[in-house]
């Protein structure tokens, strides 16, 4: 028995519900229905009964008759053989909903989700520093994360973008699948290609289809990480060799990628070609350098031996310093240690390279041996102080320090800035070279929390350093060195710190090593320092907001007063819980020497 009629009648039934009774009488609709229903009577009486109840909605025998009443009947009708008719299964053959066995833990209390979620939902400043947070207290591995963490993919803020690709869905496994391939559009742009990568080391060879569709049908984003994927199959070498030759530089530079993770002897024969081409040098460069099959790395080696005669020779010199430097870029990390360590030394040894013309490939080359990290090439690096006017300085003075004692740097190197004059290379290659190696320390002072001093394992510089700094009048270099108490150190810095009294990157470098070596003048200096600023300070830097801390007791009222005295609210709150702190803080006679001490104090209270 057809009942399609009946669900048909039952739709017009509602509408007029909406319309009122009174346009039931003749309506077009329902007397189109009436003879099919009175047709299909003839053989079934269900059918009869419904066709009478229309006839007295559609023809009332008079008006006395209550239509809305009429047309309640019809629906009550509809609805007691619809409710008989229904079916409640379902056809063809059950299978498993996917990710339905997800097993992942919900056990965190929401409030501290929230300032997650909103991270990864909203824009605005801040977000980076709360999930990096997140991250390292293990609060993103929750269900109830996974879903807006994919979302999350889509960001506009490419950093965030990129955390949750790297950092926190991966964390979650095959649990992320589900979402990750219901959400994934092969034209769709950045987001999707992040998609598929992080779908890979879940399907693995399972995804081949999806992977060639990718690369066949989907954007040019979506196409290139499909490529680069690939790379991964040697059965598919034919199809990359092809997307090498495609018109878009984005395919073609994916291609590459692709060639180098396969190192077969086609791939290694493409690849070499694209970095001796002009127009795939630059591109096929930044993937070479992945490629561990030894042939590639012997082969670009014996490129750069003829570039370099080219360039002694004079010939063609501005493309063979072209080529040279796209060779030396590709040897970085490469695991032909040896060969490449030979090929540098002569190239940095080759007296007809020292030209102005290839000063970016001698710093590569030198950095290159730096990174190399074996013994025979610190060696090399700090033989090469002396040479060329002190063209080397940095990386040679960085080789002496990882290898050489402190002493023996101090003998070696010092004498470069007490006899050279200023204007000269070795003289302010040396300086730049002490102050790349301050940015390292002090990440690592900062992170020892116990006033700025190295740990007690690190290297360290000889003393001697910080008064050949004085003399050449070094004041940043001399305050990041200072560690103990010397009044001459004190002087000299306070002398500079009375030539700017101002709050800025120098001066509160400064006033760290005031505290550090005991100064007692620190506290009124930085406090003085304070007072004379401009009022609407919006920010402190980390560097700034521990100095706070180092205040004694005695100053947190005036701290307090001071704060007062702020424009921006957050500000003024940000220090007076500092005062407040600092209110609470050991007087220096109770300091229990056998414990933390004073900075052991900061440290919890920055923490």
Request: negative net charge; charged residues 30%.
């Given at each position: 028995?057809?009942?399609?009629?009946?669900?048909?009648?039952?739709?017009?039934?509602?509408?007029?519900?909406?319309?009122?009774?009174?346009?039931?009488?003749?309506?077009?609709?329902?007397?189109?229905?009436?003879?099919?229903?009175?047709?299909?009577?003839?053989?079934?009486?269900?059918?009869?009964?419904?066709?009478?109840?229309?006839?007295?909605?559609?023809?009332?025998?008079?008006?006395?008759?209550?239509?809305?009443?009429?047309?309640?009947?019809?629906?009550?009708?509809?609805?007691?053989?619809?409710?008989?008719?229904?079916?409640?299964?379902?056809?063809?053959?059950?299978?498993?909903?996917?990710?339905?066995?997800?097993?992942?833990?919900?056990?965190?209390?929401?409030?501290?989700?929230?300032?997650?979620?909103?991270?990864?939902?909203?824009?605005?400043?801040?977000?980076?520093?709360?999930?990096?947070?997140?991250?390292?207290?293990?609060?993103?591995?929750?269900?109830?994360?996974?879903?807006?963490?994919?979302?999350?993919?889509?960001?506009?803020?490419?950093?965030?973008?990129?955390?949750?690709?790297?950092?926190?869905?991966?964390?979650?496994?095959?649990?992320?699948?589900?979402?990750?391939?219901?959400?994934?559009?092969?034209?769709?742009?950045?987001?999707?290609?992040?998609?598929?990568?992080?779908?890979?080391?879940?399907?693995?060879?399972?995804?081949?289809?999806?992977?060639?569709?990718a690369a066949r049908e989907g954007s040019t984003e979506v196409r290139t990480a499909a490529i680069e994927l690939l790379g991964n199959y040697p059965e598919q070498e034919s199809f990359i060799?092809?997307?090498?030759?495609?018109?878009?530089?984005?395919?073609?530079?994916?291609?590459?990628?692709?060639?180098?993770?396969?190192?077969?002897?086609?791939?290694?024969?493409?690849?070499?070609?694209?970095?001796?081409?002009?127009?795939?040098?630059?591109?096929?460069?930044?993937?070479?350098?992945?490629?561990?099959?030894?042939?590639?790395?012997?082969?670009?080696?014996?490129?750069?031996?003829?570039?370099?005669?080219?360039?002694?020779?004079?010939?063609d010199m501005q493309e063979a310093c072209l080529q040279l430097q796209a060779d030396v870029v590709c040897l970085d990390g490469s695991k032909q240690q040896q060969e490449v360590l030979t090929?540098?030394?002569?190239?940095?040894?080759?007296?007809?390279?020292?030209?102005?013309?290839?000063?970016?490939?001698?710093?590569?080359?030198?950095?290159?041996?730096?990174?190399?990290?074996?013994?025979?090439?610190?060696?090399?690096?700090?033989?090469?102080?002396?040479?060329?006017?002190?063209?080397?300085?940095?990386?040679?003075?960085?080789?002496?320090?990882?290898?050489?004692?402190?002493?023996?740097?101090?003998?070696?190197?010092?004498?470069?800035?007490?006899?050279?004059?200023?204007?000269?290379?070795?003289?302010?290659?040396?300086?730049?070279?002490?102050?790349?190696?301050?940015?390292?320390?002090?990440?690592?002072?900062?992170?020892?929390?116990?006033?700025?001093?190295?740990?007690?394992?690190?290297?360290r510089l000889d003393p001697r350093w910080i008064h050949v700094l004085m003399d050449i009048n070094e004041p940043e270099l001399v305050a990041e060195l200072a560690e103990t108490p010397d009044?001459?150190?004190?002087?000299?810095?306070?002398?500079?710190?009375?030539?700017?009294?101002?709050?800025?990157?120098?001066?509160?470098?400064?006033?760290?090593?005031?505290?550090?070596?005991?100064?007692?003048?620190?506290?009124?200096?930085?406090?003085?320092?304070?007072?004379?600023?401009?009022?609407?300070?919006?920010?402190?830097?980390?560097?700034?907001?521990?100095?706070?801390?180092?205040?004694?007791?005695?100053?947190?009222?005036?701290?307090?007063?001071?704060?007062?005295?702020?424009?921006?609210?957050?500000?003024?709150?940000?220090?007076?819980?500092?005062?407040?702190?600092?209110?609470?803080?050991?007087?220096?006679?109770?300091?229990?020497?056998?414990?933390?001490?004073?900075?052991?104090?900061?440290?919890?209270?920055?923490?």
């Amino acid at each position: 028995m057809s009942i399609h009629i009946l669900y048909d009648l039952q739709l017009e039934v509602r509408r007029l519900f909406i319309a009122g009774s009174r346009m039931a009488e003749g309506d077009l609709r329902l007397t189109k229905i009436l003879p099919q229903l009175q047709k299909l009577g003839e053989t079934a009486a269900v059918f009869k009964r419904v066709a009478q109840a229309l006839t007295e909605v559609v023809e009332p025998a008079s008006k006395n008759d209550g239509g809305a009443v009429k047309l309640l009947d019809l629906s009550t009708l509809l609805n007691s053989i619809l409710y008989t008719q229904g079916a409640t299964e379902v056809q063809g053959e059950s299978v498993e909903v996917e990710g339905t066995d997800i097993e992942l833990s919900t056990k965190l209390a929401y409030r501290k989700l929230s300032p997650i979620i909103e991270s990864l939902t909203t824009k605005g400043q801040g977000r980076m520093e709360r999930l990096n947070q997140a991250y390292e207290n293990q609060l993103l591995k929750d269900f109830r994360i996974l879903t807006v963490a994919v979302n999350a993919l889509d960001d506009g803020y490419a950093e965030v973008a990129d955390f949750v690709s790297e950092k926190v869905i991966p964390d979650f496994g095959d649990a992320a699948l589900p979402l990750l391939r219901k959400q994934f559009d092969l034209l769709g742009g950045r987001s999707h290609a992040r998609r598929l990568n992080l779908m890979y080391p879940i399907l693995k060879e399972s995804g081949l289809e999806l992977y060639l569709q990718a690369a066949r049908e989907g954007s040019t984003e979506v196409r290139t990480a499909a490529i680069e994927l690939l790379g991964n199959y040697p059965e598919q070498e034919s199809f990359i060799l092809e997307q090498a030759d495609d018109k878009k530089k984005e395919i073609r530079k994916a291609a590459f990628a692709g060639l180098a993770k396969l190192g077969t002897e086609k791939a290694v024969d493409r690849l070499f070609k694209a970095i001796t081409t002009v127009k795939d040098r630059e591109i096929a460069v930044e993937t070479a350098s992945d490629c561990e099959v030894p042939e590639l790395t012997l082969k670009i080696i014996a490129n750069a031996e003829e570039a370099l005669e080219r360039i002694v020779s004079g010939t063609d010199m501005q493309e063979a310093c072209l080529q040279l430097q796209a060779d030396v870029v590709c040897l970085d990390g490469s695991k032909q240690q040896q060969e490449v360590l030979t090929f540098l030394k002569k190239l940095l040894l080759t007296e007809g390279f020292m030209i102005p013309e290839t000063d970016a490939i001698q710093e590569n080359a030198a950095n290159i041996l730096l990174w190399m990290g074996t013994p025979e090439a610190y060696e090399f690096l700090v033989s090469l102080q002396p040479v060329y006017k002190g063209r080397y300085m940095i990386t040679s003075f960085n080789a002496a320090f990882r290898t050489l004692p402190a002493d023996e740097v101090y003998e070696r190197y010092a004498k470069e800035l007490k006899t050279q004059k200023k204007k000269s290379w070795a003289h302010s290659f040396l300086i730049s070279a002490l102050h790349r190696l301050m940015p390292s320390w002090k990440r690592k002072l900062d992170l020892a929390g116990n006033g700025y001093s190295p740990y007690k394992d690190e290297k360290r510089l000889d003393p001697r350093w910080i008064h050949v700094l004085m003399d050449i009048n070094e004041p940043e270099l001399v305050a990041e060195l200072a560690e103990t108490p010397d009044k001459k150190v004190e002087a000299y810095l306070i002398s500079n710190f009375q030539l700017k009294p101002k709050l800025n990157h120098q001066t509160a470098s400064i006033l760290l090593a005031l505290f550090r070596i005991g100064c007692k003048e620190a506290p009124e200096m930085l406090m003085s320092v304070l007072e004379k600023e401009k009022k609407d300070l919006y920010y402190f830097s980390e560097v700034q907001y521990a100095l706070f801390y180092m205040l004694p007791r005695s100053y947190a009222d005036r701290l307090k007063q001071f704060a007062e005295t702020l424009t921006y609210e957050s500000v003024k709150r940000q220090v007076l819980d500092v005062a407040e702190q600092i209110a609470e803080k050991p007087e220096e006679s109770a300091i229990d020497e056998k414990g933390a001490g004073i900075w052991g104090w900061i440290k919890s209270k920055m923490s």
